[in-house]
């Protein structure tokens, strides 16, 4: 096994045994998003024009996404946790490949992202949703969303080692709460301004949610969307591609040099 792969794999054990150490912060995280189905489910799916069963079949498909979106927080806060505790300084005079650390932490958070959707994907099937579309098709919305819960990782890893407490990157990892919100990924985007709408459009969560209710059979395509819309699939790639290339060097690139 070759230094860099070694490393990486000692990386991914530490951040896993991470999560096992903390088994009440990880459960929380996994019954948030099946709460806010529950609640946004029936609150406010009574409230809007669509009848309630197909909203939570919207939702659904939202909430995942929008939980992916959720790495740019949990990114910045390990990130930061390791840093302003001293256990990057640790790791930086050990003979460990550089790359190995910040991409064993988004590696690690992957899998346990792909565990955790378990529950939200169960209790949505018991509120009505279904999956559509064909095995093939699903099994690429999957593939989608743990490619761009990679790539907002990777951005939260690169604001971690740029905060200077672990306070701020808890205030600004919540401030990312707002990102869902100005997206399609509760509510449909048709019906806002103008300019609301080109900006929910153009926010990463609205091209990778627009692709799994494609992908699951959920919804269509809207019509006179925004490029990243109308194209979701080449949209979700596109923007979880960019932010991999920007994001993933200037992470390795912060590590090696704070």
Do not use: K
């Amino acid at each position: 096994m070759s230094t860099f792969a070694y490393d990486g794999a000692a990386m991914v054990g530490r951040q896993l045994r991470r999560v096992r150490n903390s088994p009440g912060l990880a459960v929380l995280s996994q019954l948030m998003p099946v709460n806010m189905l529950l609640f946004f489910g029936y609150v406010f799916g009574s409230a809007l024009a669509m009848p309630g069963p197909e909203y939570r079949s919207f939702l659904v498909p939202g909430l995942l996404v929008a939980t992916a979106a959720g790495g740019v927080m949990t990114g910045m806060f390990q990130a930061a946790q390791d840093t302003h505790r001293g256990v990057m300084d640790r790791f930086r005079t050990m003979p460990v490949s550089r790359a190995a650390v910040p991409l064993g932490q988004a590696v690690a958070d992957l899998a346990v992202t792909a565990v955790g959707t378990v529950p939200l994907l169960l209790v949505g099937l018991a509120v009505g949703w279904r999956v559509e579309g064909s095995a093939a098709e699903a099994l690429g919305a999957v593939g989608l969303l743990l490619l761009f819960r990679f790539a907002c990782t990777t951005v939260g890893i690169f604001l971690g080692l740029l905060t200077r407490s672990e306070e701020a990157a808890g205030q600004l990892g919540a401030s990312t709460f707002v990102l869902p919100l100005l997206s399609n990924a509760y509510i449909p985007t048709g019906n806002l301004p103008g300019w609301l709408r080109a900006l929910a459009e153009w926010n990463p969560i609205s091209a990778v949610t627009t692709a799994l209710r494609d992908l699951f059979g959920d919804a269509p395509v809207p019509a006179g969307a925004a490029w990243p819309v109308a194209h979701p699939v080449a949209g979700s790639l596109a923007w979880s591609a960019v932010l991999i290339a920007v994001f993933l060097p200037l992470a390795v690139r912060r590590y090696g040099h704070r």
